[in-house]
């Protein structure tokens, strides 16, 4: 048994806690945000949970604060495992890794799953397509990127998650519009590289969920999204698990099992962004932890594979137990949409269980007074709809009574209000 690990959790995400239940390692040391919202459970006692300590950093992302921290805990305590769920935990953790010498994937690997220059960079010296990409250090410098790879391009911060500060940027105006705005201040303030990609028109994007045991894929699932997700925060959008005999389903495997490996994943669970374009397959991103949103329910309903689960049980150098039972049909997992202000009318569950056929389960995230603020990503949503189609053909009518049944009313700080 693995007697400490130490999890990393940011403001945004918290470790999944119900996996403590398991009780597969004595004790856990939470390293958090100061300012996190997150509640952990009491451990130790008459509890199956792990004996627990909590103790706060001012950001996760600063190795050398974090690695201050673990090392006075590991003064008293030695650490075994260090495990970080939430993508900007994921260089720290392999920076620990590196540095105090304890298993896992290392600060080589961490970075090639993290810094969306170096994944790319990597995934283009293996011969896999992608787009291609520059790094510039100033958001001044990306007009001279844009014009070097060629217009339209879309803009990231080299290390970022959630489409966070995702762009397309068409030209070199609004590249320097972009550069002097909010967005472009706050990465200068922050000296945050950019990651300047070269535009590429798609028809389809996929997303390969595995799980990774010894360098092996043990389990992987495909699915694909109802549209790319850039810039549809507030709309509908989600995605639906395709079945083995999809005619995209060998391929989108292959490519995303070979970058997965190609950028050096051995032991863990991986979510592998790609598209399909007019020369095939292109690998948009990858990250080496569960993905958000309702993806990983999703496969639990599609496959009674647990990812949070499996990367627990790799996190803590154990062999994960899956029990593959897939189900018939075709799993969809649905992000109801949001905007920003508060929230003064919005369809009950009730109504949305009533009025959507082939409905496995929901969860509402948010409710009537909440106030959204406008710091939105790819997994913003007040709630999420898994339902169950035959075919394809029958996702587009569901969708359809979905949108019939769903309706959000958002008082703005003017007061007026948004339909």
Request: charged share 25%.
């Amino acid at each position: 048994m693995t007697a400490h690990a130490v999890v990393l959790t940011t403001v945004r995400r918290a470790f999944p806690f119900r996996l403590l239940d398991a009780a597969s390692v004595d004790h856990v040391t939470i390293v958090a945000e100061a300012g996190h919202p997150h509640h952990f459970p009491d451990g130790g006692g008459a509890s199956r949970l792990p004996t627990m300590q909590v103790i706060e950093v001012d950001d996760i992302r600063d190795t050398t604060q974090v690695l201050v921290a673990v090392r006075r805990v590991a003064a008293s305590r030695p650490v075994d495992r260090i495990i970080s769920p939430v993508e900007f935990g994921v260089p720290t953790a392999g920076f620990l890794r590196s540095s105090l010498g304890i298993p896992g994937d290392s600060y080589d690997v961490a970075l090639a799953f993290s810094d969306k220059f170096l994944m790319k960079r990597r995934l283009i010296e293996a011969g896999l397509k992608t787009a291609q990409v520059q790094r510039v250090f100033e958001p001044t410098d990306v007009p001279k990127a844009g014009d070097s790879l060629g217009w339209p391009v879309v803009v990231k911060p080299t290390f970022g998650a959630l489409c966070m500060d995702v762009t397309r940027i068409d030209g070199p105006e609004a590249a320097r519009a972009w550069a002097t705005g909010p967005t472009g201040a706050r990465l200068r303030a922050e000296e945050m590289p950019v990651a300047v990609e070269q535009y590429v028109a798609m028809d389809r994007e996929f997303h390969v969920d595995a799980v990774l045991h010894e360098g092996k894929v043990l389990f992987a699932a495909v699915s694909i999204y109802f549209d790319p997700l850039l810039g549809r925060i507030d709309d509908f959008d989600g995605s639906w698990i395709v079945p083995p005999d999809h005619p995209d389903h060998d391929e989108a495997l292959e490519v995303a099992s070979r970058a997965t490996i190609e950028l050096g994943l051995r032991d863990g669970v991986a979510h592998v962004e790609l598209y399909r374009s007019r020369d095939g397959f292109r690998v948009g991103e990858a990250a080496c932890r569960p993905a958000g949103g309702g993806i990983v329910e999703a496969i639990s309903h599609q496959h009674g594979v647990d990812l949070w689960e499996a990367f627990w049980s790799l996190g803590l150098g154990y062999t994960p137990a899956l029990d593959v039972t897939s189900t018939d049909g075709i799993v969809v997992n649905v992000n109801l949409p949001i905007r920003p202000g508060r929230i003064v009318e919005m369809s009950s569950e009730e109504e949305i269980r009533a009025a959507i056929p082939g409905l496995i389960d929901m969860r509402m995230t948010m409710s009537v007074g909440d106030v959204v603020t406008s710091d939105l990503n790819s997994s913003s949503t007040p709630g999420v709809v898994f339902f169950r189609a035959r075919d394809e053909a029958e996702i587009a009518p569901t969708m359809a009574a979905l949108r019939r049944a769903f309706r959000l009313e958002v008082e703005p700080t003017d007061g007026s209000t948004i339909v």
